[in-house]
């Protein structure tokens, strides 16, 4: 798929699992934690959590030692480099649940893009977290406050539009190449474990293009520009994520709730429900909390359509009732 990356353009394809970007087979540097045989249905999106050069993400994720791996990552150039051909497993979403579906690892194609992450702000333009952002040095990192209640209150990184051109095109590429249902994040299919990717990621504009719109649940943007308010941040970015039988690192929960000051009155109401029925969603195992987050919010609808049917014909019992 051809993708506008400024005056360039990104032009990819998948030839026998590996990208082809503008003709030439991205790098690729093989990484051990692999599994068997992949046929993949979801692309799973990462950050990295990691410095904004890609070599130390790319050397941790073809380390043995490291046991995590990823099919790509993508740099803040756009540059993709290839870890684990795309028809081959790749550890990348750890314990992870999507669709009533457990372990993701084993259907999905992971896409790691370099992305530090949580920040928190020291100063006008100084933010750190896993590196320190300098947006006064370079002028091409803009970092936003944002919140959601999936990942807190905190400061991030924009992507880069070389990288959000590059992710879409290798995604459109994908989702033609195999029988892709959805593109999802690592804080879609693990809530309250992982954030990544960080709320400024346009995941829509991505499924728009690559799907055709199919518009993803439980997503709640309240990004705003950046502001004198201080980050209430004390969470360090977690690293990536582990392989299927990795539990020991990673299993910190990753956000803490936060009260969404925009909901209203229904919103409450919609807050305390979600929270209710979290150790429900846990229970059940085989339902994300965003896809229980969908089914009710239809069954609220549902229920007040419902109340007004059984009202309307209590009128006509009673109506008729009174007639001799
Ligand atoms: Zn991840």
Do not use: Q
């Given at each position: 798929m051809t993708v506008n990356r400024?005056?360039?353009q990104v032009n990819i394809t998948i030839s026998k699992g590996r990208a082809i970007v503008n003709g030439l087979a991205a790098p690729f540097k093989p990484s051990p934690n692999i599994g068997g045989g992949l046929k993949p249905e979801y692309i799973v999106l990462h950050d990295t959590g990691s410095g904004l050069n890609d070599s130390g993400s790319i050397s941790w994720?073809?380390?043995k030692a490291s046991k995590v791996s990823a099919h790509v990552v993508i740099g803040r150039d756009g540059r993709i480099t290839q870890l684990v051909p795309f028809n081959v497993k790749a550890w990348h979403a750890g314990q992870s649940v999507w669709r009533g579906r457990q372990l993701l690892n084993g259907f999905s194609i992971g896409i790691e893009i370099i992305n530090p992450g949580k920040l928190s702000k020291v100063s006008e333009g100084l933010y750190k977290g896993v590196c320190t952002i300098d947006t006064r040095k370079d002028p091409s990192l803009v970092v936003k406050q944002a919140k959601t209640t999936a990942h807190g209150d905190g400061y991030w990184l924009a992507y880069s539009d070389a990288q959000v051109a590059a992710v879409t095109a290798l995604c459109e590429a994908l989702c033609n190449d195999y029988p892709i249902k959805e593109i999802v994040t690592h804080w879609l299919i693990s809530p309250?474990?992982?954030i990544d990717t960080n709320p400024l990621f346009p995941l829509e504009q991505v499924r728009l293009a690559c799907l055709g719109?199919?518009?993803p649940m439980g997503i709640v943007d309240t990004s705003r520009q950046d502001s004198d308010e201080s980050a209430t941040?004390?969470?360090d970015v977690i690293p990536i994520g582990t392989a299927d039988d990795v539990t020991s690192h990673d299993e910190?929960?990753?956000?803490r709730p936060v009260s969404?000051?925009?909901?209203g009155g229904l919103g409450q109401v919609w807050k305390l429900v979600k929270s209710k029925t979290q150790w429900a969603t846990t229970a059940l195992g085989g339902i994300s909390l965003t896809s229980l987050s969908g089914f009710l919010q239809d069954w609220r609808v549902l229920a007040v359509v419902g109340a007004v049917t059984v009202a309307l014909v209590a009128l006509i019992i009673f109506e008729r009732s009174r007639k001799p």
């Open positions: 400024g005056e360039r994720l073809s380390d309250g474990r992982k719109g199919a518009k941040d004390e969470d910190i929960a990753a956000s969404d000051e925009s909901a």
